[in-house]
Structure formats: structure tokens, C-alpha cells
């Protein structure tokens, strides 16, 4: 029924069965299903038309001669022992792999943790940074120490 | 499909069964060449099963096998982008099947060379439609175009074909 009322939505004309054969070639089964009824009643009524497919079907010979292939035995069995095979991946695909984790939460929580690391290793260093004596009179107690090349008491 | 995704063996090998040999025509036709397109086969269904949960059920399984061939030809022709494209190279499909004669090898060789020389996307939209026998909306699906696209392409490259066919030789080609 669905394609019947397809059908009545497309009017054949001369000019649309003209693309139909340039681009799908002479033979009907290879024509838009949606099309392909309206196009052989037109195929059936005008001459015109039966010469365009005339002319399409030269070039459809030609390349109906080009001979089918077949695989081997031998790559079936090759694809299926591939499959078995875990990709090879460097140091970085692994790391790239990891990081961006298989479930949506990993994709989230992955990148957001290795963002964290930088940042923690900064507030870690600030902290220790803090903790070095900046008072003046130490350090030039310091340093009169170590010129007079005796320990500071 | 489903049961693919779930990692069952038997379900995947049968995929390869159904769809072998379509998919190694396409890849065939579209590379002129058995080793590579035995590699490219090869390498569309390792992707089907490492990737098998990428599919979706409302995707019909040829349209989406087609359309990971279809991406890896494209990848191979990138690859030997620059390289010069030696038309000897070009391999009858299927060398060991019988010619009924000498001529029609030939006409069929020099079909499959002029499809080569055809640009990717016009080579991919008429052998989809023609060899393949995918839907107009198949074949727009897998190369992510409109079906007026498709039909623009299948036909700028009929019209190229025949324009080759016809200064290739005249003679064994007649009046196209």
C-alpha cells in the first residue's frame, strides 16, 4: 500500500526518465523501486524513451563483462584467525586507549584525573616552596657560615 | 549483529559467509588488484569485530559493512596518493575463470581499466548501484550523500566511461 501511494507521487516525465538511464544504466530492476513502475509505462508508450534505453544498454554490456570474483578458501580462514588477534598498539595508543576509557563515566572521569595529577603535583610544590626559610638574617647567617667554612651552631 | 557484540564466534563467522564474497567484489572492483583487496577484506572484518558494538540496529549490516570498505579503499587510495597509476597493473577480476574468447577478456580488461581511471566517488557510486545492487538509499548512505548526489555522480560517470571506452577502441566497442 506504502508503495503503491509512492508511486502515484512520482509523474514520469521524458526528462526524469532521461537521468533515470544516464545514471542507472537500461535495466529496470536497477531504477529506484519508487520509480520504476511509472517509468516503464512511459517506457511502454513512447519511443523516445525506448531509445534512451537503447543507448544505455551498450555501455551496460560492457560492464556486465567484467567477470565476478571469488575469494579463496584461504582468506576466510585468514579473517577468522585474525579476529582472535588483540591490535598492536605503542606505548601511546595505550595510553590514549586508557585514557579515554570504554564507559561514558571513564570518559569523563579519566581525563579529569589526569588533569588533576599536574595540578596537585603544583599545589605540592607551592607547599614546599612556602616552607623554605625566607627570612634575611638566616640566610646571611648562612651564608657567612659556609664562608667561614666552619658550622653554623 | 547482537549476538556478534556479545562476542559469539559462530554468529561472527557466519557474517563472513553471508558477505564474503559481495565485499570482496566490491573491494576487487574498486582496487583492481587480489592481494589488496584480499587485505582490505580482511581488515573490514577484523573492524566489524573489534567494533561490532559501534553498529546500530537500525542500520542495515551490508549498507554498514560496505560503508567500512568503502572508507578503507578510500584510506588505501591516500595512501598511494602521488604514486603513478600503472594501468598494466590493472588485474582481470578473476584470471583463472575461462574467457569464452579472446575478445571478451579484452573488452573486459579494458572495461576494468577505464573504471580505474574514473574519479573514487563516481567508481564507488556506479559500481554501490550497478555491481553491488545496493538501493539509491543504500548507496547515498554509504557514501554519506544525497540520493540527487548519487545519481549526479553515477551519471557524470557513465558519461566518462563511455567517453573512454570510445578512445580506447572504437572498433571493439562500436558506437556507444
Known sequence: ?153 | MQQIQDGDHQAFAMLVDRHLVALHGFAQRMLSNHADADDIVQETFVRVWQKAHQWQPQAKVSTWLHSITHNLCMDFYRRIKGETVNITSVELIDPHQPATSRQQQDVALQVQIALQQLPETQRSAIILCYYQNLSNREAADVLSISISALESLMARGRRKLKKILQAQSADLLGDL
Open chain 1, 1 to 153: 500500500m506504502n508503495l503503491q501511494n509512492n508511486i502515484h507521487k512520482y509523474k514520469m516525465t521524458l526528462e526524469r526518465f532521461s537521468q533515470l538511464v544516464d545514471a542507472y544504466g537500461s535495466e529496470p530492476k536497477r531504477w529506484p523501486l519508487e520509480e520504476r513502475a511509472t517509468a516503464l509505462k512511459l517506457l511502454e508508450k513512447s519511443i523516445e524513451a525506448h531509445r534512451l534505453q537503447q543507448s544505455a544498454s551498450n555501455l551496460d554490456h560492457l560492464l556486465d563483462s567484467v567477470p565476478i570474483s571469488v575469494p579463496t578458501a584461504m582468506l576466510r580462514q585468514r579473517i577468522l584467525a585474525q579476529r582472535y588477534k588483540e591490535p598492536v598498539q605503542d606505548a601511546w595508543q595505550w595510553f590514549i586507549h586508557w585514557l579515554m576509557g570504554t564507559t561514558v563515566r571513564e570518559h569523563f572521569l579519566r581525563p579529569a584525573f589526569a588533569l588533576m595529577i599536574p595540578l596537585l603535583f603544583g599545589i605540592f610544590l607551592g607547599f614546599n616552596l612556602a616552607d623554605y626559610p625566607t627570612d634575611e638574617s638566616i640566610l646571611f647567617e648562612e651564608e657567612v657560615s659556609l664562608l667561614a667554612l666552619y658550622p653554623m651552631e
